[in-house]
């Protein structure tokens, strides 16, 4: 049941992280557009395998933390910050005045799976994520960090991203037109999410 709970978590971990448009599942959907189905998940493979990476060494570095209880619970007091900042950030996204669309240009013309690579070794923002998100499940005792659960909970943020990512190449042609209001309704359930778990490290941190 415990390495059912840490694959979910994992799973929900990554699609949460990955959801809102950004520059690699755009790019995605950009390379789906203008070349095709398959440079599009070349494309994504090549970011899926930096995203295990990442996610396993952002877990076992939340591991190492986890150890230390100091280091912990001051990084868990900064995850709620980073929650409470999210969540009002969503909900300015949500929002915003509409404004017109920054187009993301494909410059690359290498391998799509290298270019992948490439372009998922960017986002330094994932390593971070995982460690602070781990970290959180773990002070709700919804996460331990043994090595199959860490192994686990990474594979499972893989298939996260990859049904995100898989996502945005297949279908996101088909609502293009709709793509404003569904991008609105993402943030405004990201902050809805990112609240809550901000709400309930708020109630641990006064309550311990």
């Known amino acids: 049941m415990g390495l059912i709970v840490d694959f979910i978590a994992g799973y929900l971990v990554a699609f949460v992280g990955f959801v809102a448009p950004g520059m ?13 189905k398959r440079a599009a998940m070349l494309f994504i493979f090549g970011t899926l395998t930096i995203v295990l990476i990442q996610a396993f060494t952002g877990v076992y570095f939340a591991k190492f933390l986890d150890s230390h209880p100091g280091v912990s619970n001051t990084l868990k007091q900064f995850g709620t910050v980073i929650f409470v900042l999210l969540t009002i950030a969503f909900l300015f996204k949500g929002f915003q005045v509409k404004k017109p669309k920054k187009e993301i240009e494909i410059k690359s013309k290498q391998n799509r799976y290298v270019y992948g690579l490439m372009m998922a070794s960017f986002n330094m923002f994932a390593i971070p994520f995982f460690a602070i998100s781990s970290l959180t499940l773990a002070s709700k005792e919804l996460f331990d960090f043994s090595l199959i659960s860490i192994i686990v909970f990474s594979i499972a943020a893989v298939l996260g991203t990859f049904t995100i990512f898989y996502s945005y190449a297949v279908f996101f042609k088909k609502i293009e037109d709709k793509a404003d209001v569904l991008i609105n309704n993402i943030y405004f359930i990201l902050a809805a999410f990112t609240g809550f778990v901000a709400i309930l490290s708020i109630y641990r941190i006064i309550n311990t």
Do not use: P
Not at 27 to 36: G, H, M, P, Q, R
């Open 24 to 36: 690699l599942n755009v790019l995605a959907a950009k390379i789906s557009i203008t070349e095709n």
